[in-house]
Nanobody
Framework: QAQLVESGGGLVQPGGSLRLSCAAS????????MHWVRQAPGKGLEWASS????????YYANSVKGRFTVSRDNAKNTLFLQMNSLESEDPAVYYC????????RGQGTQVTVSR
């Protein structure tokens, strides 16, 4: 059974950084494009970033481009999201998923940006 477990969220000041991780199991991770989506309070899921199977091609929503970096370690079945220059618009629950709509996402990890 496919499982995704996100971690690494927390409280950070504006301008700060966090690195999220997503541990995958139960499927052949290296065969799948992977995605990060997020959900802010009271809003729907928003696609943030995607990465191809080899980690060569990466894509970002305009709202995070230049600040977030997605990467993966296929040997460890792990997906990462390095988030820099966090802003007041970034607080959300962040999920890794097997498609841009958030299918099969895990329980998520909370990111809070506050002074």
């Amino acid at each position: 059974q496919a499982q995704l477990v996100e971690s690494g969220g927390g409280l950070v000041q504006p301008g700060g950084s966090l690195r999220l991780s997503c541990a995958a199991s139960g499927f052949t991770f290296s065969n799948h494009w992977m995605h990060w989506v997020r959900q802010a309070p009271g809003k729907g899921l928003e696609w943030a970033s995607s990465i191809d199977t080899d980690g060569y091609w990466t894509y970002y929503a305009n709202s995070v481009k230049g600040r977030f970096t997605v990467s993966r370690d296929n040997a460890k079945n792990t997906l990462f999201l390095q988030m820099n220059s966090l802003e007041s618009e970034d607080p959300a629950v962040y999920y890794c998923a097997k498609d841009k709509l958030g299918s099969g996402r895990g329980q998520g990890t909370q990111v809070t940006v506050s002074r």
